[in-house]
């Protein structure tokens, strides 16, 4: 059998029981998105680029706060990892809180509009709240022509920028270890964290990854960005045996391969090696997806390596490609959690992510139409 041709799909093993509350846990760094329609002034005033990511810096201190008093704009609950626990909240439905979210905020206005917005997308979020930084926030500034009455639904570039402040001061020994809290990683079967956390707690993910491992539960990890495997390499790889699936995109994976001295840049390859990379379980072998935005999804297993082609959409119909990454973790969530086969994980992945690029920002209508 050629290695792009579909392979009979792969059941990832599960308990059989079904489904109920915190199955499903994240730990990530929360962000409040802070959506508006600004003019080109306000990029002007603070510098930025259309079409750009950034974080804030000194000069962006007034931004958040003057893009709420200036413009009508809309709150989500954020942040890489949140936002896929949430939409795998959504593709799941019933019963709600089936995923439980661990990160850090601030006691302020904007911490308390997060557990409001997390509360609204049926996500258990358990913050661990602090008073040295305020929570963080990431403005999604939207230009374009598009000022009609639903611009958050309309094509329009957009520039980022995001304060991580809060985010950055998750403490293990504040809230992981603290009993109330850890019964919640003790409940669930599937664990997911963006790399980005890496750069914020290593001892907390090592400390879930060990639990994960030894009860013989499922971690799945993000490579994130490039960044991540280049300048947290030796914190990414005291991870990296713990980790049941890797995900990632393919300027993360070539990142990825030529920090480990891959000495290849074909992804199906680097795909292959990355599989192949010391395993603390070896009852569960690790499986690697790589997603390429419009170009076939990789997946490596212990048995092959296959191309899994994504859902077609014209690009007229593209309005944010920025969540795309986090909903397609989500939609494939969805599935594990439920025990289906990894073929059926990649095609909710696929659905996910193609419907979270036609809508700004990592939203989505109330429910899915996913079969």
Excluded at 159 to 169: I, M, Q, T
Excluded at 181 to 195: D, H, L, M, T
Excluded at 197 to 214: D, G, N, Q
Excluded at 337 to 346: A, K, T
Aim: with cysteine; aromatic share 10%; net charge negative.
């Amino acid at each position: 059998m050629a290695a792009d041709e579909p392979q009979p799909a792969k059941k990832i093993k599960l308990h059989h029981q079904p489904l109920r509350e915190n199955v499903l846990f994240g730990m990530g760094n929360p962000l409040l998105d802070i959506c508006a329609v600004v003019d080109k002034d306000f990029l002007d005033k603070y510098g930025l680029k259309t079409n750009d990511q950034i974080l804030a810096d000194e000069k962006h201190k007034e931004l958040f706060e003057e893009l709420v008093k200036k413009f009508r704009v809309e709150y989500h609950a954020g942040g890489s990892t949140q936002n896929s626990v949430k939409v795998a909240q959504w593709m799941i439905q019933q019963p709600h809180k089936v995923a439980t979210f661990f990160g850090c905020i601030g006691k302020d206005k904007f911490g308390e509009i997060l557990k409001r917005k997390a509360e609204e997308a049926h996500v258990d979020a358990h913050y661990f709240e602090q008073n040295d930084q305020p929570t963080g926030t990431c403005a999604a500034c939207i230009t374009g022509d598009n000022r009609s009455a639903t611009p958050f639904k309309k094509r329009g570039l957009r520039s980022l920028v995001a304060n991580l402040a809060a985010a950055n001061c998750y403490k293990k020994e504040g809230h992981l270890d603290q009993k109330e809290n850890w019964q919640f990683v003790e409940k669930a079967r599937v664990y997911y964290i963006a790399g980005f956390f890496i750069t914020v707690s290593p001892e907390s993910i090592l400390k879930v990854a060990t639990h994960v491992s030894e009860s013989n539960k499922i971690l799945g990890l993000n490579l994130s960005a490039p960044f991540i495997s280049q300048f947290f390499k030796e914190d990414l790889m005291k991870v990296i045996p713990y980790v049941d699936i890797l995900f990632g995109n393919e300027t993360e994976a070539a990142t990825f391969a030529r920090e480990q001295g891959f000495e290849t840049e074909d992804i199906k390859e680097i795909a292959k090696k990355a599989q192949g990379l010391p395993k603390v379980n070896e009852k569960r072998r690790r499986i690697i997806v790589f997603t390429q935005g419009k170009d076939d999804t990789i997946v490596a297993t212990a048995d092959n390596v296959t191309a899994f082609p994504v859902l077609d959409i014209k690009q007229d119909e593209i309005v944010d490609t920025n969540g795309a990454g986090d909903a397609f973790v989500g939609g494939f969530l969805s599935q594990l959690v439920r025990d289906q086969p990894l073929e059926e994980c990649i095609r909710a992945g696929h659905y996910a992510a193609n419907v979270i690029i036609r809508r700004s920002g990592c939203t989505f209508p109330e429910v899915p139409d996913f079969h």
